[in-house]
């Protein structure tokens, strides 16, 4: 069976080394594919963020959840959420005896050892406290979203400059508009507070890519491999895992072909959560109902990883009595199903905001 199963392909899990500093025996400074992964899912999400921000159409009463310099400033947010939430995340609901056997690897996210549902939790302390300080006025960014003035300011603006109702101020590009008309557009344009489902919606929108890159980088890393299968696409795994002085994977001899989880996980929780959303949102105006988009994010990526947990090699860390009836990774998957349902009940049941 091993001699009909697909190859890993060896990868190394370093995409750039960037030298050795003179410190010791010399720190190694390595750019990995994980963080790499992590870098490009923040950008193309920030990214995809500020696109649809820009698309006027989606967004009620008259603007979007977050003008693009917030957005600018939540990237920050978001990030710290992600790396904090995800490695405390992966110590308490994984490894929880690093906690006292060894506190100082808590911080070590260089070890290894991300949990996504840890990242999500810290994403929305994240969100919360970005609204907060916003919502206080600690750092109110009031910036007029030109973009957003301009798809508003379209709608009314003239080619020639009335000869009646004056003043009237002209735009490059726009055309004329009445001075007061003109004013008000451009405080419809700011915003000082945030509405934490509008934000989670927005960015329910664009966490799948990151999820793709993620899972892509889980694959070259060789972990979080599936169980043992005879399928055809199976593929047999270096389970020595990559040895960072011999620059070579360690392969023990008795490995058999596996499901390769990690790329089950890109296609379902990158590919078709991102359509899924992204459909809702670009379609069916799911922006136009608050808290509409986090509970599809929930309820699907739940189903999905609860789905992927039936192949995915069973966690070594759940008690004696469920191994083999339940994982963590299900565990966890439930309450975000609950939660998500009960969102998406309360956003079909609310009336949908009038279009901008």
Do not use: C
Request: net charge positive.
């Amino acid at each position: 069976m091993l001699e009909m199963a697909l190859q890993f392909p060896e990868i190394d899990p370093v995409a750039l080394s960037l030298g050795t500093l003179p410190i010791g025996d010399g720190l190694r400074l390595d750019l990995r594919w994980y963080a790499l992964a992590y870098i490009a899912g923040l950008f193309l999400g920030w990214r995809w963020m500020v696109w649809l921000i820009r698309r006027d159409r989606l967004w009620a009463p008259g603007k979007p959840a977050l003008s693009v310099p917030m957005a600018d400033d939540f990237l920050f947010w978001a990030t710290l959420g992600v790396i904090l939430g995800g490695r405390l995340g992966y110590v308490f609901f994984y490894k929880p005896e690093i906690l006292w056997t060894n506190p100082a690897e808590v911080l070590q996210i260089w070890q290894g050892g991300m949990s996504f549902h840890g990242g999500l939790i810290g994403v929305a302390v994240a969100a919360f406290f970005f609204a907060f300080r916003i919502q206080r006025g600690i750092k109110p960014r009031t910036h007029v979203d030109e973009d957003q003035f301009a798809a508003l300011a379209k709608k009314h603006a003239k080619a020639e400059r009335p000869s009646e109702g004056g003043p009237f101020v002209r735009f490059a590009g726009i055309g004329w508009l009445p001075r007061k008309e003109a004013e008000g557009l451009r405080v419809k344009t700011k915003t000082q507070s945030v509405d934490l489902l509008r934000l989670g919606d927005l960015a329910a929108a664009a966490a799948p890519i990151g999820l793709f890159f993620g899972r892509i980088a889980n694959f070259i890393n060789g972990e979080l491999w599936g169980r043992h299968t005879d399928a055809p696409w199976a593929i047999t795994f270096p389970e020595g895992g990559y040895s960072q002085a011999a620059k070579a994977w360690i392969w023990l001899g008795h490995e058999l072909p596996r499901h390769p989880s990690q790329l089950y996980e890109a296609a379902l929780e990158g590919i078709a959560l991102f359509v899924i959303i992204n459909l809702a949102t670009l379609k069916f105006d799911s922006l136009r109902r608050p808290g509409l988009n986090v509970g599809l994010f929930l309820v699907f990526y739940g189903l999905f990883r609860a789905l992927m947990e039936t192949v995915r090699e069973p966690d070594a860390h759940m008690p004696e009595a469920l191994r083999g009836i339940v994982t963590m990774g299900m565990l966890l998957s439930i309450p975000m199903i609950l939660i998500g349902a009960w969102l998406i009940r309360r956003a079909l049941k609310q009336p949908k905001l009038a279009a901008a």
